[in-house]
């Protein structure tokens, strides 16, 4: 069975940082890509980066450039966010998710398999 598990959210002070990890099992992680979504309190989920098979990475929110960056480790069946410079309003809970073809779409659109979520809290 196809599945993600992200881990790494908590809470965090302005400023701060944090990694989170999407563990993948039951496929192959490197064969598709994998995006990183977030979802605050009474908002609609947003897409955040997407990673190709290939490495390659697409941005979906421009107030996240310069401080997000996203990686893979195929050997671990993994994929990471690194978040630096953590605002208030990037509070949210955070998913991963598998897209169904390597590359990354330009917009964040038909992404499946979604884990569970890891929450971000970033308060002073």
């Known amino acids: 069975q196809v599945q993600l598990v992200e881990s790494g959210g908590g809470l965090v002070q302005p400023g701060g940082s944090l990694r989170l990890s999407c563990a993948a099992s039951?496929?192959?992680?490197?064969?598709?890509?994998i995006g990183w979504f977030r979802q605050a309190p009474g908002k609609e989920r947003e897409g955040v980066l997407c990673?190709?098979?290939?490495?390659?990475?697409?941005f979906y929110a421009d107030y996240v450039k310069g401080r997000f960056t996203i990686s893979r480790d195929n050997a671990k069946n993994s994929v990471y966010l690194q978040m630096n410079s953590l605002k208030p309003e990037d509070t949210a809970v955070y998913y991963c998710?598998?897209?169904?073809?390597?590359?990354?779409?330009?917009?964040?659109?038909?992404?499946?398999?979604w884990g569970q979520g890891t929450q971000v809290t970033v308060s002073s």
């Open positions: 039951g496929f192959t992680l490197a064969y598709t890509a």
């Open positions: 998710a598998r897209y169904w073809r390597a590359s990354c779409p330009q917009q964040p659109n038909g992404f499946v398999s």
């Open positions: 990673i190709s098979s290939g490495g390659s990475n697409t």
